[in-house]
């Protein structure tokens, strides 16, 4: 063998030896992070979160490299895929002025609070999802699980959360779909209870740009969590949303818009910057 690929006999002895080399070692243990941390994002973050996660934890990794440890270890994330809207916008309810306008870039929290409905499914029948999302930090300040689409147990129930966590003191903007719960008499009576200090917000008919963040946060919350289970019973679909939601999305999860940072990392930052300042 030592003829056949031009090594010497000595220097095949030394290499037996000498055991393995420290850029073995290293990529060894990277790898062995890399698999961890894939795992640990319920196979859905790519190079880019996986490097950032890698410096958090103290090693200096670049994208192409993560990429190729990926590669060889037939590590993929998972793909979004279409679903199913429950947008319900055939109704006489007035409409709100579209004051967003796809400006989903803001100053501060509590400026805009972007919100949606969807479904999950489950062997006992549907359950529906309504969340409340801060445009400033992605964080999911309200929600809501429900076993129907009516005003009360959908958006009411979602604002009451989102509400109690916090005190109004600059104007807000309220954006949603025109979706008969958003439009209703109940909820809009609701938004004007606040004397102008919150203003509601309806996406043009038919155009889902318009609140693409909410739909966004539906689609990973669909591919990395939800497509991954079969609920049998809603009661289990409830505590399943509520640890993606409240210990994974809103804590842990690495957002491309925060910088591939955590939203507790980002608001660690905005608070030592305001300190700083």
């Known amino acids: 063998m030592c003829k056949v690929l031009k090594v010497s006999k000595s220097g095949y002895y030394y290499w037996l030896g000498s055991g393995p080399s420290k850029l073995w070692v290293e990529n060894q243990k990277i790898s062995s992070l890399v698999r961890s941390i894939f795992e640990k994002s319920f196979q859905s973050y790519g190079s880019p979160r996986i490097k950032s996660e890698l410096e958090a934890l103290g090693y200096k990794v670049s994208k192409p490299r993560v990429a190729r440890i990926m590669s060889a270890n037939y590590l993929f994330a998972k793909r979004k895929r279409k679903f199913k809207t429950t947008t319900d916008s055939n109704h006489n309810y007035p409409i709100a002025p579209n004051l967003l306008n796809q400006c989903f870039d803001v100053n501060r929290e ?78 809009t009576f609701i938004i004007k209870s606040y004397e102008g200090l919150v203003m509601q917000s309806m996406s043009r008919k038919g155009n889902c740009w318009d609140n693409a963040v909410a739909e966004s946060f539906f689609k990973s919350l ?3 969590w939800v497509y991954r289970h079969n609920y049998k019973l809603r009661s289990e679909a409830e505590l399943s949303i509520f640890e993606w939601i409240e210990t994974w999305y809103n804590n842990r999860r690495r957002h491309s818009f925060l910088g591939n940072r955590s939203i507790r990392e980002f608001e660690l930052d905005m608070y030592n910057n305001e300190l700083a300042a």
Do not use: C
């Not at 005003?151 to 104007?171: C, F, G, H, S």
């Open 110 to 187: 509590k400026q805009v609070w972007v919100s949606d409905i969807t479904y999950i499914q489950t062997k006992q029948g549907w359950l529906y999802l309504t969340v409340i999302i801060d445009l400033f930090n992605r964080k999911v300040v309200g929600w809501s699980l429900s076993k129907d689409l009516t005003t009360d147990n959908t958006i009411v129930r979602a604002w009451n959360m989102a509400i109690k966590k916090t005190t109004l003191q600059e104007p807000l903007i309220f954006h949603s779909d025109r979706g008969v719960q958003y439009a209703s008499q109940r909820f």
């Open 222 to 224: 669909k591919v990395e």
